[in-house]
């Protein structure tokens, strides 16, 4: 395939966060297996999947970047679609965690202590771009909304990407014991129960009210 350099966006990151959902919840099987052996191997294919997303995210979110900074924010259509960047980052940050809570208690003690360790440190890192990337998130979608915003099933991207980081700062929370950050996830909580709402009855009002969401779409606008 052959793409200009205005060509990404964040759309790019749906087909790569898959493997990093596993890598999260996979700490749900490791229980149900017999042997110490096999829950060893599924932690390593567990940190497998992680580096599956993570590095190829990064590439991408550098494109995202790029494209931001040279040719603007793209369509207004896509704009919501930026939302999509925390996917990763809240995704990760709640893996990384997840597999260094069970490195500790699978690998032996100065081993899992440090992946452990490690784990939290990367959430604080991921999280932290994930605080930035939200803040610039909300500013261009503001400024979209004032010149004309029309409602897509991009929105959608407000829903999923959040959640990520709602379970990536709970989890935070609860490895560091501070009061400041289980606020922030109760407050990511509460942004993404209302973002939930307001695409749900969005999506129900365009495709079974007026039927607008059925029609084939319309040449997006270029927002800059």
Same mark, same amino acid.
């Given at each position: 395939?052959?793409?200009?350099?205005?060509?990404?966006?964040?759309?790019?990151?749906?087909? =790569?966060? /898959?493997?990093?959902?596993?890598?999260?919840?996979?700490?749900?099987?490791?229980?149900?297996?017999?042997?110490?052996?096999?829950?060893?191997?599924?932690?390593?294919?567990?940190? &497998?999947?992680?580096?599956?997303?993570? =590095?190829?995210?990064?590439?991408? &979110?550098?494109?995202?970047?790029?494209?931001?900074?040279?040719?603007?924010?793209? /369509?207004?259509?896509?704009?919501?679609?930026?939302?999509?960047?925390?996917?990763?980052?809240?995704?990760?940050?709640?893996?990384?965690?997840?597999?260094?809570?069970?490195?500790?208690?699978?690998?032996?003690?100065?081993?899992?202590?440090?992946?452990?360790?490690?784990?939290?440190?990367?959430?604080?890192?991921?999280?932290?771009?994930?605080?930035?990337?939200?803040?610039?998130?909300?500013?261009?979608?503001?400024?979209?909304?004032?010149?004309?915003?029309?409602?897509?099933?991009?929105?959608?991207?407000?829903?999923?990407?959040?959640?990520?980081?709602?379970?990536?700062?709970?989890?935070?929370?609860?490895?560091?014991?501070?009061?400041?950050?289980?606020?922030?996830?109760?407050?990511?909580?509460?942004?993404?129960?209302?973002?939930?709402?307001?695409?749900?009855?969005?999506?129900?009002?365009?495709? =079974?009210?007026?039927?607008?969401?059925?029609?084939?779409?319309? /040449?997006?606008?270029?927002?800059?």
């Amino acid at each position: 395939h052959e793409h200009g350099a205005d060509a990404a966006f964040a759309g790019w990151l749906m087909p =790569i966060v /898959p493997p990093m959902v596993s890598s999260a919840v996979g700490i749900g099987l490791v229980g149900a297996l017999d042997g110490l052996e096999a829950q060893r191997t599924l932690l390593v294919v567990r940190a &497998m999947l992680f580096g599956t997303t993570i =590095i190829p995210a990064l590439f991408v &979110m550098g494109l995202v970047w790029h494209r931001l900074l040279r040719f603007g924010v793209g /369509p207004a259509q896509r704009v919501p679609m930026l939302a999509s960047v925390l996917g990763p980052l809240g995704q990760s940050a709640t893996a990384s965690i997840a597999l260094g809570t069970a490195a500790e208690t699978l690998l032996p003690a100065p081993l899992g202590a440090a992946l452990h360790a490690a784990g939290v440190a990367y959430a604080v890192v991921a999280l932290g771009f994930a605080s930035l990337w939200f803040a610039i998130v909300v500013l261009l979608v503001a400024r979209q909304a004032r010149r004309g915003l029309p409602f897509s099933l991009a929105w959608w991207s407000f829903t999923f990407p959040v959640g990520t980081c709602v379970t990536g700062f709970a989890a935070l929370a609860h490895e560091t014991g501070l009061a400041a950050v289980a606020a922030v996830a109760l407050a990511s909580y509460a942004t993404l129960v209302g973002a939930w709402l307001v695409v749900v009855s969005r999506t129900l009002h365009g495709a =079974i009210v007026t039927g607008e969401l059925l029609l084939p779409p319309e /040449p997006g606008r270029t927002a800059r």
